[in-house]
């Protein structure tokens, strides 16, 4: 069995008198992707938050990548990686001096060569010398992902990784998360999509009621379910199967 | 929660290099900055002055101080506005979630507003000089005089920091900057405080605004600062403390 990088226990959260997490248990085993499910507001994102070291919990235990959060904190931080909802990217630096300055403050040797590699990698080489405020949403996202990656972290946290994205930059996103679980990376992320979680996830947590309500492979989810009944039914083409299909897409390659 | 102290400096510069670049790539926030209290030089020179007394001979040298001051005011609303961006767009949250010295994240922003303000105050002297300030000052006065427009600097600038961690919209987080541009002019930089009726005036002798710019003026002209110095040292300072304290409370919570 696989070595579980983090371990979370009984953490507990409220902002006043709001509960908004009321003992949450997970484990993520190394390597793979892992997906919290739930709706909006069940909570989600402030679990990502108190891994990713930016709140604290009221109770319980975090360790992860083998430290613990209360104690070493900034040696979990340099296990880590956190894009959030939104693109956390300065729009008036270009996309290249957006890498520099992560790689800069993650105290690489070479920042300009990390740069240029995650540039040629995630196939930016035209935009990268534009300002970020002129990118697409797509391509937002995309340099913001990059930006998590520079020196190589252990587990990379997304939130929502891909709201607000149109169908073809959600496919890339995808692609992009799948490359990277396997290179070894650890993947968490979040998202209100069953699709996404049914897609991409090796494991899925259920955040529900402020707790985690179910949490396993999918096939061990499947089995809580009441077993499937063969129907014939005739199979019509989704809108998103049309439209990707219209504007010719590049997915087949 | 602690910080990683060891690399301080390495990420300040990288820091403030970022905020510098945000500076000059947006010049327009300097022109901006400058040009209202340009404006109201040329207003207060060629169409106000005239009719000023103010006992000194050349108007620009008397009004210089508190143009100077008014570029300030304006200059930090830019530092607020830049500090609410980064909070929005979730910039603090991806730096904070690195193993950085967290507090280079807001220093970055302060050594940025006392660089790109000094700009500011360097552009308004040389038209200044265009309409015909000057100074009979030396070497070490104009020192003190930047030494004061640095202190002042720096403590407008913590209240900005609070406005732009506090504020809920980016027009809410340059708004607290229109009073201190107004204060100037219920102070001695524009007129004596003399002919004022005696509330307003007792008003203008006591705030801030009269003590930094009376040292200035004084400083500039070479003549003795008595205690206007010591008074505008104090104000900024304890307005640098206490603006301090609440920043960084505000820091710590978000």
Known sequence: MKKNIIKINGVKKSYKNVKVLKGVDLQVEQGGI????????????????IMATLIKSDEGSVVINGFDIEKNPGDIRSSISLTGQFAAIDE????????????????????????????????MSEAADRRVGTYSGGMKRRIDIAMSLVGKPKIIFLDEPTTGLDPEA??????????????????????????????????????????????????????????????????????????LAIIGKKEEN | MESTNKYFFKDMSVM????????????????????????????????????IE?????????????????????????????????????IFERFH???????????????????????????????????????????????????????????????????????????????????IIFLPFISSAFVPTDTMPSAVRAFAENQPVTPIVEAIRNLLTNQSVGNDIWTALAWCMAITVVAYIFAMRLYKKI
């Open chain 2, 16 to 51: 403030f290099g970022r905020s510098m670049r945000h500076i000059f790539r947006s010049m327009d926030t300097i022109i901006t900055v400058c040009i209202t209290p340009i404006a109201m030089m040329l207003l207060f020179v060629y169409v106000f002055g005239g009719a």
């Open chain 2, 97 to 179: 979630s690195m193993p950085i010295a967290r507090s280079t994240v807001l220093w970055g922003h302060v050594l940025t507003s006392l660089i790109s303000n000094g700009i500011s105050v360097v552009v308004i002297i040389i038209v200044a000089l265009l309409l015909g300030f000057r100074s009979s000052a030396g070497i070490l006065e104009w020192l003190t005089v930047f030494g004061i427009i640095g202190i002042f600097t720096l403590a407008l600038t913590w209240i900005a920091v609070i406005a732009g961690l506090a504020a809920k919209t980016p027009d809410g987080a340059g708004a607290f900057s229109y009073p």
């Open chain 1, 170 to 243: 959600r496919l890339e996103v995808w692609k992009i998360i799948k490359e990277l679980s396997a290179a070894g990376t650890t993947v968490f992320l979040t998202t209100q999509y069953l699709e996404e979680a049914e897609q991409l996830a090796d494991k899925i947590a259920i955040l529900h009621g402020r707790k985690i309500i179910a949490q396993g492979t999918l096939g061990d989810l499947k089995k809580l379910f009441p077993p499937a009944k063969v129907e014939y039914v005739e199979k019509q083409p989704t809108l998103e199967e049309i439209f």
């Open chain 1, 34 to 49: 892992f997906a919290l499910l739930g709706s909006n507001g069940a909570g989600k994102t402030t679990m990502i938050k």
């Open chain 2, 54 to 90: 103010t006992g000194t001979e050349n108007y620009v040298n008397y009004l210089l101080p508190g143009i100077m001051l008014m570029a300030i005011g304006s200059g930090i609303a830019y530092v607020a506005y830049r500090l609410f961006i980064d909070k929005e767009r979730g």
């Open chain 1, 92 to 123: 008036i630096l270009t996309g290249r001096e957006n890498l520099q300055m992560i790689a800069k403050l993650r105290h690489l040797k070479n920042p300009n060569q990390v740069a240029d590699e995650l540039i040629k990698r995630f196939g």
